[in-house]
């Protein structure tokens, strides 16, 4: 599957920065003792550096240095390189600052190491992303019909080559003609497909026109079967690649078949299991912060503390939601919030930026009405007028809402609008059907990168 390559292509990169990584250790220490390390000396270091080196592809990833769409050698990448071996070093001196019985000389060769890492990463990297763009080999696809999905997956490989897609061609008898395409070839004769896969070298074909209403198409991608082409429905090459649910392949037919949660009631009380740990860690860490945070909130306006609201929780149950508060509570009409809200104080702006409002949260996930990843939970008015103007919204309540989800580590700020709550629900659909460990892993990992971005570190 093309998917597959896609992921080849990240395991390649992340090997390749594993191999970088040990190998700037052994410089280090050659340079260091004038000689190559003996087993004994490589011995001393491969485990305190081998735990640096786990914290240090944990950075990379949080700085988007695992995202192919940035794997390309411009400003924005060197600052991403530069900022990641900053945090690195840091991170690496308060490990041996921190553990004082490791018996080695840490911040000469510390310093060694993220020298030789920092030239042999950016070298490696270059290469790669040159490697990436040219020589490795691309997809050339092929799709049946044409719609909206079609229609931003075209332009997303021409924004993002290096992913590897190229669209050789569409095919669509519907005489369909669109701006944008790219001067993509439309072929409108369907009785040739074989030629037309042959001279345009097609290794897949996504079927965006529903093959049940045209035996013509059906017979003609079954005559080229032999040609070793793979085949795809467009809303599942559309999921796998955009990472949401294309909201026109929405019917009952589809929650019947795509969601599983038989399956995942182990999983379920896994993460209640983890939310519950890691709730009680952070309440026992950070409780000592809340009356400065409480105090700082009285001082800057008068009103309550926290402010809490009725949301939506799993099967339309009616919860609490606790924050901290972040707007005046003089004059505000209740309106939904908006981007630049006049209303925010200047704390309040500051305890967004960081997220730090949601902290109560925890609460909520004590009590058991909310966990840490899920759908972001609705007002009930709100949400009642959405299911009228967007079909299976209330789906989205199948699962326990959260304080971060996968539509807020991927998408752009989303307002109450319809258009941006179907934006909101392809996201919020995916995660409930592709829901598990490492996916809930990697939202943590995106949401302390957005966290960082916001707060402009």
């Known amino acids: 599957m093309n998917n597959k390559k896609l992921q080849l292509k990240k395991y390649l990169l992340l090997g390749g920065d594993i191999v970088i990584l040990y190998l700037s250790l052994y410089l280090a220490l050659s340079l260091r003792y004038g000689q190559l390390p003996s087993p004994e000396l490589w011995h001393v270091h491969l485990w305190p550096f081998t735990a640096i080196f786990i914290v240090w592809i944990i950075i990379f990833y949080i700085s988007n240095l695992y995202d192919l769409t940035l794997a390309t050698n411009n400003a924005k990448f060197y600052a991403l390189t530069a900022q990641a071996l900053v945090v690195n070093f840091l991170l690496g001196a308060a490990f041996f600052y921190l553990n004082p019985q490791i018996g080695i000389a840490p911040k000469t060769n510390l310093l060694l190491t993220i020298a030789a890492t920092a030239f042999l990463f950016m070298c490696w990297r270059q290469m790669y992303n040159i490697l990436l763009k040219s020589y490795l080999p691309k997809n050339n696809i092929a799709i049946i019909g044409a719609n909206e999905q079609a229609l931003e997956l075209i332009r997303h490989f021409h924004e993002y080559p290096h992913l590897g897609f190229?669209?050789?061609?569409?095919?669509?008898?519907?005489n369909f003609h669109e701006k944008g395409f790219y001067n993509i070839p439309i072929?409108?004769?369907?009785?040739?497909?074989?030629t037309i896969f042959k001279d345009c070298k097609i290794s897949l074909v996504i079927l965006a026109e529903d093959l049940q209403k045209s035996q013509d198409i059906r017979t003609q991608l079954f005559s080229t079967l032999d040609l070793g082409i793979n085949f795809m429905s467009i809303y599942h090459f559309y999921e796998k690649v955009m990472g949401k649910i294309p909201v026109k392949s929405l019917n009952q037919m589809w929650f019947l078949e795509n969601l599983n949660e038989g399956g995942k009631?182990?999983?379920?009380?896994?993460?209640?299991?983890?939310?519950?740990?890691?709730?009680?860690?952070?309440?026992?860490?950070?409780?000592?912060?809340?009356?400065?945070?409480?105090?700082?909130?009285?001082?800057?306006?008068?009103?309550?503390i926290f402010y809490i609201q009725n949301r939506l929780g799993k099967n339309n149950k009616i919860?609490?939601?606790?924050?901290?508060?972040?707007m005046r509570e003089e004059g505000n009409t209740r309106r939904p919030t908006v981007s630049n809200d006049a209303r925010v104080t200047r704390f309040g702006k500051f305890l967004r930026k960081t997220r730090l409002d949601e902290l109560p949260q925890i609460l909520n996930i004590i009590k058991g009405d909310m966990t840490f990843i899920g759908p972001r939970p609705e007002r009930p008015e709100l949400a009642e007028h959405?299911?009228?103007?967007?079909?299976?919204?209330?789906?989205r309540t199948l699962v326990l809402p959260g304080v971060t989800g996968w539509d807020q580590v991927c998408g752009e700020y989303h307002s109450p609008s319809v258009e941006d709550t179907v934006k909101k629900l392809q996201y919020d659909l995916f995660y409930i059907k592709n829901r598990s460990v490492f996916l809930d892993l990697i939202i943590i990992l995106r949401t302390v990168r957005t966290v960082l971005m916001r707060g402009g570190v």
């Open 187 to 194: 072929y409108n004769n369907i009785n040739d497909l074989r």
């Open 386 to 395: 959405l299911q009228l103007e967007i079909p299976f919204y209330n789906e």
């Open 265 to 304: 009631l182990w999983y379920d009380k896994l993460k209640r299991s983890y939310d519950l740990l890691l709730a009680f860690f952070i309440l026992i860490i950070t409780i000592i912060f809340w009356p400065i945070i409480g105090l700082i909130i009285k001082m800057e306006s008068n009103g309550k």
């Open 319 to 326: 919860i609490k939601l606790y924050k901290f508060r972040t």
């Open 166 to 174: 190229t669209i050789a061609c569409i095919i669509d008898d519907q």
